[in-house]
């Protein structure tokens, strides 16, 4: 079984995926962009997150074209785009693209413990953290 099924097979089988839409969106993105030289566990994670809405999937996959057109071998010029568009957020919404850059850096996420989260954002960040962590395992395994 290659990367995208078994990570697809994972994060199903873990029900990880809110609906239909999420997991077609996650699938679209796996299956174009998998195979380029800038893939990595953590972008594979951000793809995970960013599918999880129209909005951030419409976000996601222009760059990741504009990337692959470029024949990026990194994902440096997203982690410039995470930050700008972060920096720009007052809101739950910063950390997500926070968590996204922490995804691309293979680093630490913290959530500042006086923050005050929606009851969404909280649910969505410990969703992508649960599929951040079967993501891992299967890159360990691979």
């Not at 679209?28 to 990595?40: A, R, T």
């Not at 997203?78 to 950390?95: C, F, N, P």
């Not at 006086?114 to 360990?140: F, G, M």
Request: aromatic share 10%.
């Amino acid at each position: 079984m290659n990367w995208n099924e078994s990570c697809l097979k994972a994060l199903t089988q873990a029900r990880l995926f809110e609906d239909s839409g999420h997991r077609t969106r996650f699938k679209e993105l796996m299956d174009c962009f998998s195979g380029k030289p800038f893939f990595s566990k953590g972008l594979c994670k951000c793809m995970y997150l960013s599918a999880w809405d129209e909005e951030h999937f419409l976000i996601l996959l222009p760059t990741l074209s504009h990337m692959s057109i470029g024949r990026d071998n990194d994902t440096n010029e997203m982690r410039v785009i995470g930050h700008s568009l972060a920096d720009e957020q007052t809101d739950d919404e910063a950390l997500i693209y926070r968590l996204s850059i922490s995804y691309l850096d293979n680093s630490e996420f913290h959530i500042d413990e006086n923050a005050h989260l929606s009851a969404r954002t909280s649910y969505v960040l410990k969703r992508a953290q649960q599929a951040a962590a079967i993501i891992d395992q299967i890159a360990s395994e691979n």
